[in-house]
């Protein structure tokens, strides 16, 4: 297992202004380390190097035009490591030529000014929360408030000149797009109403500002049994006027809504006269422009295929994007990069084949970098150059000697429908066919999520790739399953209708790939386990508790046990709204999708893992089960991680984990003890 959760993961990956230089951060077992490459040789250079495994990430990194600093993030609230000293997370910066660095403040979210002296970033940590605050980049003062005001800041975005910042300014069930332009200036919120505003973008001659509308939080609550229905508007502001007007405004139709989970409208200007964004309105995310006088939309990109990012080129004449299709079969479950050319909508493949690539970078003569993968070879940092057939890997050597690629199989595409006759997509990880072996289910968390293929490009499903990958190793079929209310297979399928709370219908998907496995004659149809995180540790439990019948032994990481309070969350939102809403109903339908509802019927083994400081699903989710576990005689393991979080931020907490849950499948499933 310490083998194969060996590989050097790529964090970041972002370019200087001038396309000369690219930083990009690694993450090898728990050490993380900032690395600048620049042009023409691109000769990485190691710039910052962490304390190992010290649990504390590194984000939100920037390289200054000139690539003479770095600019990023250092820490969390968490405390995986058990430090006597509280972590923080603070705003760095570090000179590329001498790694001296320097901090700037405690905070988040930086931005470098366009002339490369001043950081802009979010404070953190104290009565200050919130707030925007600037440095100098050198840290040669210190850090104080830009502003005042009277919302919680985010998004901070500076003018192409320097003069101006652009926030968002949350006001709670409201927020508006505010700019900054000195202490001598009040500040200006463009065109402030009752809805939310979100994603500012200064158009490159920094007369506009275009940003995204949505919806307050208000009005008559939406059923959750429903489509969900998010109006949404493009707005573009002429700053220097303080005006603006719409320039478009989505169907009135569920497809047409805002991406509220998984996803993003990536407002970007091509040019000052065109502005891109993604749009889900034919069922799948694509690519539109539209002018900024307003006017009919064009769509660039089409077919039953996901548009997953979009960067413009510097003059925007073309755009690459992200995309789960290409050439080869199977590419639903595979990302490739792509170029359209805006003027005529002519679209070319950049890259092919059984990988996947993300996160293009654009630099100076045609070069870009970006992070590619396979089903072997982990994320690496690629640099392709024109007239060069064969894109050269910046990172190989950070790869060990024994990371055991030989050994890794090649996931197969797995179709097959639920009862309702909903397609499902599955990844299918088998070393031979020859007999009958135990097998074990797989599913993600998020809920928005897609596995691929190859390696992903998220550390905490890397994880769970290679775990996966692990258990072939040591005799089990793995069946990932890409369930409904996952992303990259259309509106519809992401969207789906009475998931979680509203019914579960996901777990339809989960139960009938076990029972597309029990079919197979290579699997042992009374030894199959089922393993998952976060919504992935809420289907493992919820089918241990259904189905001990099918799924013998499961693993819960950090999951989800009693939905009710995600009933009374969704109605919260509300406010006022909600007050005569009859809750009785609604946390019937919650309770009776959650597994302890059903945990009369629980008797397989389950190993439960969770750390205790988790942001994202509350630590009394376990609290709560682990007596109810005992009450009905459930066999349980349980392994608790003092001040870890949701997705470990230790890789020792990975090793220990992965470790103890294949030790726990080859005890319940291939020495047949939860068979008998």
Request: glycine letters at 10%.
């Amino acid at each position: 297992m310490g083998q194969v959760l060996s590989y050097p993961f790529p964090m970041t990956l972002v370019s200087s202004a001038d396309g000369e230089a690219i930083a990009y951060g690694i993450n090898l077992r728990g050490e993380r380390s900032l690395w600048v490459a620049r042009a023409p040789q691109y000769e990485p250079k190691e710039v910052v190097v962490m304390p190992a495994d010290d649990g504390q990430g590194i984000t939100s990194v920037h390289l200054v035009r000139d690539a003479s600093r770095l600019v990023y993030v250092y820490g969390n609230a968490e405390n995986p490591s058990l430090s006597p000293q509280q972590p923080r997370s603070q705003v760095w910066s570090v000179d590329v030529a001498t790694g001296q660095r320097r901090k700037l403040g405690d905070g988040y979210a930086p931005v470098v000014s366009p002339d490369g002296t001043r950081v802009a970033f979010v404070h953190a940590g104290d009565a200050h929360e919130g707030e925007v605050w600037s440095a100098p980049i050198d840290g040669s003062s210190p850090a104080k408030r830009l502003f005042y005001d009277g919302g919680k800041d985010s998004d901070l975005q500076w003018s192409p000149s320097g003069g101006a910042l652009a926030f968002v300014s949350s006001r709670g069930d409201h927020s508006f797009v505010g700019v900054y332009r000195g202490d001598d200036r009040p500040l200006e919120y463009l065109a402030p109403s009752v809805a939310n505003d979100l994603e500012p973008r200064w158009s490159p001659d920094g007369e506009n500002i275009v940003f995204a509308r949505t919806p307050g939080d208000g009005g008559a609550p939406q059923s959750p049994l429903q489509m969900p229905l998010v109006p949404w508007s493009i707005w573009v502001a002429r700053v220097s006027y303080a005006q603006a007007h719409a320039v478009w405004y989505s169907p009135d139709t569920s497809r047409g809504s805002f991406p509220t989970q998984g996803g993003d409208a990536d407002l970007t200007w091509l040019g000052n006269a065109r502005i891109a964004f993604l749009c889900e309105a034919d069922n799948w995310p694509h690519i539109y422009t539209v002018s900024v006088n307003g006017g009919a939309a064009t769509r660039l990109t089409a077919g039953a295929f996901a548009v997953i990012s979009i960067t413009p080129s510097d003059d925007g004449r073309s755009i690459l994007y992200v995309a789960n299709t290409g050439s080869a079969r199977d590419d639903i479950d595979r990302w490739h990069l792509f170029r359209a050319d805006v003027a005529s909508g002519r679209t070319t493949q950049l890259t092919s084949g059984y990988s996947s690539q993300w996160w293009p970078t654009p630099l100076a003569d045609g070069a870009m970098a970006y992070v590619t993968a396979t089903a072997q070879q982990p994320p690496l940092v690629a640099l392709m150059t024109t007239g060069v057939a064969t894109p050269r890997i910046l990172d190989a050597s950070l790869t060990p000697a024994d990371f055991p690629a030989d050994r890794l199989v090649t996931p197969s595409e797995v179709t097959y429908h639920a009862p309702d006759g909903t397609p499902v997509h599955a990844q299918l990880y088998a070393r031979g066919r020859n007999g009958r072996e135990p097998a074990i289910v797989f599913v993600h968390g998020g809920p928005m999520r897609q596995m691929l293929l190859t390696w992903d490009p998220m550390d905490y499903y890397d994880n769970s790739y290679a775990v996966d990958q692990y258990l072939v190793s040591r005799g089990f079929a793995v069946l990932s399953v890409n369930y409904r209310s996952g992303v990259d297979y259309g509106h519809d399928f992401h969207y789906a209708l009475h998931t979680g709370w509203t019914g579960a219908s996901e777990y339809q998907d989960v139960l009938a790939g076990a029972r597309w496995l029990q079919r197979q004659p290579f699997v042992d149809s009374r030894r199959i386990g089922i393993w998952g995180g976060s919504w992935g540790g809420y289907l493992t439990a919820l089918a241990l508790a259904r189905n001990s019948d099918v799924f013998k032994a499961g693993v819960d990481y950090s999951g989800v046990h009693d939905l009710m309070h995600d009933a009374l969350d969704y109605f919260r939102a509300y406010g006022e709204g909600a007050e005569n809403i009859d809750m009785k109903p609604w946390l019937r339908l919650a309770w009776n999708s959650s597994p302890v509802a059903a945990i009369a019927k629980w008797r397989s083994p389950v190993l439960l893992i969770q750390g205790d400081e988790d942001p994202d699903v509350a630590f009394h989710q376990l609290v709560d089960l682990v007596p109810r576990l005992r009450q009905h005689h459930v066999p349980y393991q349980l392994i608790v991680l003092p001040d870890e979080a949701h997705g470990f931020l230790r890789w020792s907490s990975w090793l220990r984990t992965d470790e103890a849950a294949a030790a726990f499948f080859a005890r319940y499933l291939q020495s047949g003890e939860a068979t008998r």
